[in-house]
Structures are given as structure tokens and as C-alpha cells.
């Protein structure tokens, strides 16, 4: 490859995606490898890609057909992560341009494989059953901003959802020790972060496959005592194994942020059986009211997938109403797609394109009006905001969260008046609420 050491990552799909990113940013760095911006400069050009569904997939092929256009005689194209989990072989078939294809299991070792495909035939293939779990000795160079940080704390997943691939991907679930966590944790708060999001396919499953039955409570236990990190937040948890107990540690520990991230998927009690989702409509109703009872002010985030084989008019109404009577804060609505290695695409009645969007158009519009009611009643208040620098949209505000918005997928503050630095957890008066945004301006201590 000769000697330009310069390397262009891309990073497709989710947080726990963008952690891999980060371990192999920090492999190539120690390696000798330096990041750029332009992938015109870069020698090695990398795609860590996301590849659960068709729209992912099809993403991350776009992905590596752009970077393709880049390569010279001595630059390489490197693919990692899911697709090539998912597809393997087939790949290399179907994308020639590529040098060299990773699996999951490899993603620490992508140094060496880089430099092994420089002295040897292209393109090749590195492809092992997924049983890698990272440590707080693994390297990791973080792409988030300094103050904000993922910490993965288990791999794999075991529901096997009959819509879902992640198992056959990831793996079986693999969980972290809470003194390995509590290293990691450690050594970010001393690189600056003050708000440590955990993560998971399933945070509640944590510690199920550990013989000492650590658990998701006792973990935060000891990263609220061993740390003065001041966020925690919880993102991904199954709702049923959203206990009382985790509500409780919640109410009375106030590092914990008031928010949670929990996938309900779907709220008619036949299409959750049929997603092997453990759980009914009157299991959701008892779930939303704990949560109520505990953290009064709780943000709940939920995720619902429309258009599942055999889902109903009455089903879609049923999903409406209870929008409606749980005012819930962010719901992200998702397509349902027939992935022909999941259980789902052998069941009858299936939903067509048409209504499928018909469907995730209704849905949205209820629930964009119900954000916009909710978030009215943060105006007047007084907020702690953590600060994450000047707005996107001009250089005259600056832009930041507050406790019930999480990175990336809900709405910003924007700050109108007043200074503070990028990492800065500042009061902040709301002094208006637009659908999923608020505005607001520093109150000088």
C-alpha cells in the first residue's frame, strides 16, 4: 500500500456499531495510521457497516460504492462489521472493489489483517462465529464529543424475536463484568465525559449468563460510587425486565437520569406473540403507570414496528389509542421488513409497501402531535442542560440537551442567551417548546 498511513472511516448504524468503530479508530492509530476528513486523501479506506434489514443493507453498499470511486493503485477499501457478518462469501462475490472483508470477531485485530492483505492475494475474507466481547483494556479512541460517551456493556442478544437477526449476527448474549465496567467507566470520566450512556440489545438482560448474577442494579450501584460521572443514562431495555427495583434505584439516585429507552415494538396482543415478544398490551399499561409511579417526570422513548405479517386495521387503532393514553415523549416508528432469514417471512398475511407507509404515516403524525403537547410543559422551568457547543443551525445560539433528551435521535435545546463551553451542565430557563425541540437561556449563577 505503500507509505500513505492516512485513514477515512465510516461508521453506519447504531451506538453499539459506532463503539466497534471506535476500537478499530484505535488499533489503526496505534498501528501508525492517522484519520482525515477527505477520503481522496486517505491509503486505507474503511466501512464499518450496519445490515439487520434490506434499507441498512442497502445503505451500506452505497457506502462502499462511493469510497470505491476513491481508490488509487496503492489505496485499500476495507468492509467490517454486520453486512459482512450477515453475508460473507457473497460479498466477495458482488463487490470486487473491495480488498478486504471483517467480521465482528476480528475488529481488534484489523491492523494486522490490514497489513497481512498488503502481502498477500486480494480480496480475502476474515469470518468467525461472533463471540468476541471487548474489555476495559480493549483500545478505543472515542468519536463522540469529549463530554459524551456509549459504554457496551454486553453483546449478543437471546429474546430471538421472529422479526429480528441480531442473534444470528451478534451471538448468543455475552456480558461484561461490573469491575471490568467500572475500569472503563473510570477512565472515561478522567478523558472528560460527563455523561456515560449504557448500552445493550437488551440492558436488562445484562449479567443473565454471569454464574454471580450481577445485574443491571448493581452495576449502576457501583458506577454511581465509584464515579462523580453526573449523567447516566439507560438506553434498550426489555419491558418486562424493567423491574421496580431498577425504578427505585432510579428515583432515589439523581445521577440517573429520568429516561428510558424501551422498545415496546407493538401493543396487540397477537402480533406480540407472533413477534415472540414476551409480553401483552395489560403487561405495557401496568409497565407505563411503575414508571409513572417511581419517576413522575420520566422521559420514555419506545420504539413500534407497523406493518408486522398479520397486523390488523383494529391492531393499528389499538397502537393509537394507547399513544394516546400514555403520552409518551419520543417514539421512533420503524417499516416492518421481511428478512428472508427470519421467522417472520414464513408468516401469512402479509402487509403490502402501500399500507405499510400508510400506516407509519398515521402513526407519526399521532404521535408528532402528542410530543408537541408534552414538551409544552417544560416552558417557565429551570433545566440543567449539558452544553454541546454553537448550533447547526446558526452561530448566534448555542446547542445543548436536557436529562430527557438523549444524543442524536430526540430533540436539542437551543440557548438564546448567555456563555457556557461545550461539556458545560448549565441551568437553563425554557422559554419555548416547539415539537421535539425547546429554547431557553442560561440563568447566570
Same mark, same amino acid.
Given at each position: 500500500?505503500?507509505?500513505?498511513?492516512?485513514?477515512?472511516?465510516?461508521?453506519?448504524?447504531?451506538?453499539?456499531?459506532?463503539?466497534?468503530?471506535?476500537?478499530?479508530?484505535?488499533?489503526?492509530?496505534? $498501528?501508525?495510521?492517522?484519520?482525515? !476528513?477527505?477520503?481522496?486523501?486517505?491509503?486505507?479506506?474503511?466501512?464499518?457497516?450496519?445490515?439487520?434489514?434490506? %434499507? =441498512?443493507?442497502?445503505? =451500506?453498499?452505497?457506502?462502499?460504492?462511493? *469510497?470505491?470511486?476513491?481508490?488509487?493503485?496503492?489505496?485499500?477499501?476495507?468492509?467490517?462489521?454486520?453486512?459482512?457478518?450477515?453475508?460473507?462469501?457473497?460479498?466477495?462475490?458482488?463487490? #470486487?472493489?473491495?480488498?478486504?472483508?471483517?467480521?465482528?470477531?476480528?475488529?481488534?485485530?484489523?491492523?494486522?489483517?490490514?497489513?497481512?492483505?498488503?502481502?498477500? $492475494?486480494?480480496?480475502?475474507?476474515?469470518?468467525?462465529?461472533?463471540?468476541? *466481547?471487548?474489555?476495559?483494556?480493549?483500545?478505543?479512541?472515542?468519536?463522540?464529543?469529549?463530554?459524551?460517551?456509549?459504554?457496551? /456493556?454486553?453483546?449478543?442478544?437471546?429474546?430471538?424475536?421472529?422479526?429480528?437477526?441480531?442473534?444470528? @449476527?451478534?451471538?448468543?448474549?455475552?456480558?461484561?463484568?461490573?469491575?471490568?465496567?467500572?475500569? +472503563?467507566?473510570?477512565?472515561?470520566?478522567?478523558?472528560?465525559?460527563?455523561?456515560?450512556? *449504557?448500552?445493550?440489545?437488551?440492558?436488562?438482560?445484562?449479567?443473565?449468563?454471569?454464574?454471580?448474577?450481577?445485574?443491571?442494579?448493581?452495576?449502576?450501584?457501583?458506577?454511581?460510587?465509584?464515579?462523580?460521572?453526573?449523567?447516566?443514562?439507560?438506553?434498550?431495555?426489555? #419491558?418486562?425486565?424493567?423491574?421496580?427495583?431498577?425504578? $427505585?434505584?432510579?428515583?432515589?439516585?439523581?445521577? @440517573?437520569? %429520568?429516561?428510558?429507552?424501551?422498545?415496546?415494538?407493538?401493543?396487540?396482543?397477537?402480533?406480540?406473540?407472533?413477534?415472540?415478544?414476551?409480553?401483552?398490551?395489560?403487561?405495557?399499561? &401496568?409497565?407505563?403507570?411503575? /414508571? &409513572?409511579?417511581?419517576?413522575?417526570?420520566?422521559? @420514555?422513548?419506545?420504539?413500534?414496528?407497523?406493518?408486522?405479517?398479520? +397486523?390488523?386495521?383494529?391492531?393499528?387503532?389499538?397502537?393509537?389509542?394507547?399513544?394516546?393514553?400514555?403520552?409518551?415523549?419520543?417514539?421512533?416508528?420503524?417499516?416492518?421488513?421481511?428478512?428472508? !432469514?427470519?421467522? $417472520?417471512?414464513?408468516?401469512?398475511?402479509?402487509?403490502?409497501?402501500?399500507?405499510?407507509?400508510?400506516?407509519?404515516?398515521?402513526?407519526?403524525?399521532?404521535?408528532?402531535?402528542?410530543?408537541?403537547?408534552?414538551?409544552?410543559?417544560?416552558?417557565?422551568?429551570?433545566?440543567?442542560?449539558?452544553?454541546?457547543?454553537?448550533?447547526?443551525?446558526?452561530?448566534?445560539?448555542?446547542?445543548?440537551?436536557? &436529562?430527557?433528551?438523549?444524543?442524536?435521535?430526540?430533540?436539542?435545546?437551543?440557548?438564546?442567551?448567555?456563555?457556557?463551553?461545550?461539556?458545560?451542565?448549565? #441551568?437553563?430557563?425554557?422559554?419555548?417548546?416547539?415539537?421535539?425541540?425547546?429554547?431557553?437561556?442560561?440563568?447566570? !449563577?
Amino acid at each position: 500500500m505503500g507509505g500513505n498511513k492516512t485513514m477515512h472511516l465510516v461508521s453506519l448504524g447504531c451506538a453499539k456499531n459506532l463503539v466497534d468503530s471506535e476500537v478499530m479508530l484505535a488499533v489503526l492509530e496505534n $498501528a501508525g495510521y492517522t484519520p482525515v !476528513e477527505e477520503p481522496a486523501q486517505a491509503g486505507l479506506l474503511l466501512v464499518n457497516t450496519c445490515g439487520f434489514i434490506q %434499507p =441498512a443493507v442497502e445503505e =451500506a453498499v452505497d457506502h462502499i460504492l462511493r *469510497l470505491a470511486q476513491y481508490k488509487g493503485p496503492e489505496t485499500l477499501l476495507v468492509v467490517c462489521g454486520c453486512l459482512v457478518q450477515r453475508y460473507g462469501e457473497q460479498l466477495v462475490e458482488e463487490l #470486487p472493489e473491495v480488498d478486504l472483508f471483517v467480521g465482528i470477531n476480528e475488529t481488534v485485530k484489523i491492523a494486522d489483517l490490514i497489513k497481512e492483505i498488503t502481502e498477500a $492475494a486480494k480480496p480475502a475474507l476474515h469470518l468467525h462465529p461472533p463471540r468476541f *466481547l471487548m474489555t476495559s483494556s480493549t483500545p478505543r479512541r472515542l468519536a463522540t464529543p469529549f463530554y459524551q460517551a456509549y459504554m457496551k /456493556i454486553t453483546e449478543g442478544c437471546d429474546n430471538r424475536c421472529t422479526y429480528c437477526l441480531i442473534p444470528a @449476527i451478534r451471538g448468543d448474549l455475552r456480558s461484561r463484568t461490573i469491575k471490568d465496567l467500572v475500569c +472503563e467507566a473510570q477512565r472515561l470520566e478522567e478523558e472528560g465525559v460527563g455523561e456515560l450512556c *449504557l448500552i445493550a440489545q437488551d440492558l436488562t438482560a445484562y449479567g443473565n449468563d454471569l454464574s454471580h448474577k450481577e445485574t443491571l442494579p448493581r452495576l449502576l450501584e457501583q458506577l454511581l460510587r465509584t464515579t462523580a460521572i453526573p449523567w447516566f443514562r439507560l438506553l434498550y431495555l426489555y #419491558p418486562t425486565s424493567t423491574n421496580e427495583e431498577l425504578l $427505585a434505584l432510579m428515583a432515589q439516585e439523581k445521577r @440517573i437520569v %429520568p429516561y428510558l429507552d424501551i422498545p415496546f415494538q407493538h401493543v396487540s396482543d397477537q402480533i406480540l406473540r407472533a413477534m415472540n415478544r414476551r409480553y401483552t398490551l395489560e403487561d405495557l399499561d &401496568r409497565l407505563v403507570a411503575t /414508571i &409513572r409511579r417511581y419517576l413522575p417526570e420520566c422521559a @420514555i422513548r419506545s420504539t413500534l414496528l407497523v406493518g408486522f405479517p398479520g +397486523e390488523t386495521e383494529q391492531d393499528v387503532f389499538l397502537m393509537i389509542n394507547c399513544l394516546e393514553r400514555w403520552h409518551l415523549d419520543h417514539v421512533g416508528v420503524f417499516q416492518y421488513q421481511d428478512e428472508p !432469514e427470519c421467522a $417472520a417471512h414464513r408468516f401469512a398475511d402479509k402487509i403490502s409497501p402501500e399500507e405499510k407507509e400508510e400506516r407509519y404515516d398515521r402513526i407519526m403524525n399521532v404521535q408528532a402531535g402528542i410530543s408537541a403537547g408534552n414538551i409544552k410543559r417544560f416552558v417557565g422551568r429551570v433545566e440543567p442542560v449539558l452544553v454541546e457547543g454553537v448550533s447547526a443551525e446558526t452561530e448566534l445560539l448555542l446547542e445543548g440537551r436536557t &436529562r430527557f433528551q438523549a444524543p442524536d435521535i430526540d430533540g436539542c435545546v437551543y440557548i438564546a442567551d448567555g456563555r457556557a463551553n461545550p461539556g458545560d451542565i448549565v #441551568p437553563v430557563r425554557i422559554t419555548e417548546a416547539h415539537t421535539y425541540d425547546l429554547v431557553g437561556e442560561i440563568i447566570q !449563577e
